[in-house]
């Protein structure tokens, strides 16, 4: 009988979506009744429940990574459970009734993204072909966080690198802290990937709560229009750039012979310096979305607490606005740098203006946050690799037309192509922001009176994320994570910004401006909707030869049958097999081993021809393993051994796994034959080494 691997993915991903509110919902909800944040106590439903997501999305992830670390996990799960009991015992109490439209208006918008976010990311199985999003080229990496978190404590370990012993992860994981939780209270139900899957519906669910929250606090216009701006907000939230005119153009390029002109996300026609929509960020990459959650949370706690009359109020929002901005570098280190960057301005605005009072809550915040993030911070030293020198670095922002254009004519880099760049960067942006482009073009040129203290916040915001992710770039791998993920900071103040020009349109706007920002809405959404679509079916039709395939997925036309044959042997592994089990497959591969990184919950020794030791561990280690697992799987050509005793004496690895596209697969004589697998399918042989030998 054929495994039915989607209805598994569904319902286990729905069961980890009901259990997170134990860890973005009730403590938050707590925290905020025990300090009356944000006049907690006196607020409406809704605004409580948003508050309580945002709350909880921004200080659980340091509070569990403080506790169990210097604590215990028992101290850790004694103050949570201390916490669900106050939240289930305030929950609504003294709070208005919710209006039935609020009501409708929240469950439609997060039932709608919880299905967006579901029918992306859970498998896609036909019978015996099984297809995994093009999304998991990134979430297998933090299915691994996540699954080490749960199983190996605080700090993790990398669980892509194993030289006989753990190694310390080295990332910004704490995002993984809170779906290693979801995992670990699913008691083995629930596995690391779909709380992966859960964390996703859930950061878009705070994140529409963040929106509300600053609609409501920062930007508020008055009762009268509260709502209805919220609900713009929210709705704008799904509309990304002008990419749909990059894929449409590459459809016309490909029905014209050119095979890989069709980009399997919408974002990677400007690959060097994309700008990725809200809904893009949130299903690729949910930790710097939910990173940027929690900065703005903590940026909305310092400024209700500088209006509350009692110095003793304004230090508890102060205190709960550091950690949350501690936590918040543990989500995002890009985001929580360019966004600490606008705080520095923003204070320099402050002692300029003289509001003394949000100056001093803002040195209790960073005195706070420097003091709950620096174990963390600690823990990120240590070797990495060879010295690749600062990790930052000036650079105009690229554009992919301008590089293709002077690649094509021999010239790589220079001041020429800087200077084209630069020239280059308002069709860039246009392109990128579409319909915010615009909007905020014209919220700026329309504005008839001075700017106001939160119209002065969001301009200070927006100009200096784009000033540094204009004109600096990351430089510790070859993408350029700063510019792509610290633009999340622009493109929130601009999304506030956006809201006015929607909500005062008429009256204000000429129709053909009206027209033309309709034109450029559309065209945002449609690119959402085809980016959503693009995701979940490219890996398909690549297998019907639609679309060009790619390497990390398969060199053939038989990823569905492959993906199915890999998920079962996992599967088979992750049932019977302890949990401290190491495994290890062939280390040679195209970017990386994609359904071992997405389908296994277990420790890799090696899980790429550089142990991955990016992500924690030294690499000078690493030559030594590669060294015995080039006697393993050897090279197309070269003659294999017929055991795998050597390799099982020489490496940590309890099970051997060998995969179709292996050269050792296509060698009768090499130990995939020679030796007795302890599980076999058409595509996969699993060997076991030592205890777990038959």
């Not at 495994?3 to 993915?9: H, Q, R, V």
């Not at 403590?27 to 300090?35: N, T």
């Amino acid at each position: 009988m054929t495994a039915d691997f989607m209805f598994s993915d569904l319902w286990r991903s729905l069961l980890a979506v009901l259990l997170f509110p134990l860890f973005v919902l009730l403590p938050g909800y707590a925290l905020a009744w025990l300090c009356d944040l944000c006049a907690f106590r006196r607020r409406t439903q809704a605004f409580r429940l948003c508050l309580a997501v945002c709350l909880s999305m921004a200080v659980c992830p340091i509070a569990i990574y403080l506790l169990e670390r210097f604590a215990s996990r028992t101290v850790m799960c004694a103050v949570f459970a201390a916490l669900w009991v106050i939240a289930a015992s305030r929950l609504f109490t003294g709070a208005p009734a919710m209006r039935e439209p609020a009501r409708r208006a929240i469950a439609v918008c997060v039932a709608v993204w919880a299905v967006i976010a579901l029918f992306s990311l859970i498998d896609l199985q036909f019978g015996g072909r099984d297809y995994y999003s093009i999304t998991a080229l990134d979430s297998g990496i933090r299915t691994g966080f996540t699954h080490s978190i749960a199983a190996t404590g605080i700090p993790p370990w990398n669980p892509f690198y194993f030289p006989g012993h753990g190694v310390l992860l080295r990332y910004h994981y704490f995002w993984m802290i809170l779906c290693g939780m979801v995992e670990r209270a699913g008691f083995g139900v629930i596995g690391a990937r779909q709380a992966w899957i859960a964390s996703v519906v859930w950061c878009g669910i705070g994140f529409m709560a963040v929106i509300a929250l600053a609609f409501r606090t920062v930007f508020y216009r008055g009762p009268e229009t509260f709502r209805r701006r919220a609900l713009t907000g929210i709705v704008l939230a799904g509309a990304t750039g002008l990419d749909i005119l990059p894929a449409i153009t590459g459809w016309i390029m490909h029905f014209q012979g050119m095979e890989r002109a069709v980009q399997a996300s919408i974002d990677w026609w400007n690959l060097g310096s994309q700008v990725c929509g809200f809904v893009s960020s949130a299903l690729w990459e949910a930790h710097y979305l939910s990173g940027l959650v929690a900065c703005i949370t903590a940026f909305l706690l310092l400024w209700e607490g500088a209006r509350e009359p009692r110095w003793r109020a304004r230090i508890s929002h102060a205190l709960v606005a550091g950690v949350a901005l501690a936590s918040a570098l543990g989500m995002s280190i890009y985001v929580s740098f360019v966004f600490a960057a606008f705080l520095a301005a923003w204070i320099t605005v402050a002692i300029v203006r003289k509001w003394w009072r949000e100056v001093a809550l803002y040195a209790i915040a960073g005195a706070a946050a420097l003091l709950c993030a620096a174990p963390y911070l600690a823990g990120l030293r240590g070797p990495a690799g060879p010295a690749t020198g600062s990790p930052l670095e000036f650079q105009v922002r690229t554009f992919s037309v301008v590089t293709a254009f002077f690649e094509s004519a021999g010239i790589h880099g220079g001041w020429r192509v800087a200077l084209a760049n630069l020239a280059a960067l308002p069709i860039n942006y246009f392109l990128e922001f579409g319909f915010f482009f615009a909007a905020g073009r014209l919220w700026w040129v329309r504005r008839k009176r001075p700017l106001d203290r939160s119209e002065l916040a969001v301009s200070v915001m927006l100009a200096v994320s784009l000033l540094i992710c204009t004109f600096v770039r990351s430089s510790v791998i070859s993408n350029n994570d700063l510019g792509w993920r610290g633009m999340l900071v622009a493109q929130f103040a601009v999304l506030l910004w956006s809201v006015d020009v929607v909500t005062g349109a008429k009256g204000v706007l000429q129709p053909d401006s009206r027209r033309l920002l309709g034109l450029l809405l559309f065209l945002g959404f449609a690119g959402s909707a085809y980016d959503i679509a693009c995701l979940r079916f490219y890996p398909a039709l690549a297998d019907r030869g639609t679309v060009a395939t790619m390497g990390w997925m398969t060199r053939d036309h038989r990823l569905g049958p492959r993906n199915f044959a890999e998920r079962e042997a996992y599967e088979w592994v992750n049932r019977n097999t302890p949990s401290d089990t190491t495994i290890q497959f062939n280390p040679h591969v195209v970017i990386q081993d994609t359904a071992a990184l997405v389908y296994a919950e277990r420790q890799m020794v090696s899980a790429a021809d550089n142990c991955m030791t990016t992500f924690g561990g030294d690499p000078s280690v690493c030559p030594g393993i590669q060294s015995a697992l080039d006697g393993l799987y050897t090279a197309r050509g070269q003659p294999a051994p017929e055991s795998i005793g050597p390799a099982c004496h020489a490496l940590p690895v309890d099970i051997f796994i060998a995969n179709d596209t292996d050269a050792v697969w296509r060698d009768p004589r090499s130990w995939v034959w020679k030796e007795r697998p302890v599980f076999a399918n058409s595509y996969v042989r699993l060997f076991a080494c030592g205890r777990h030998q038959p």
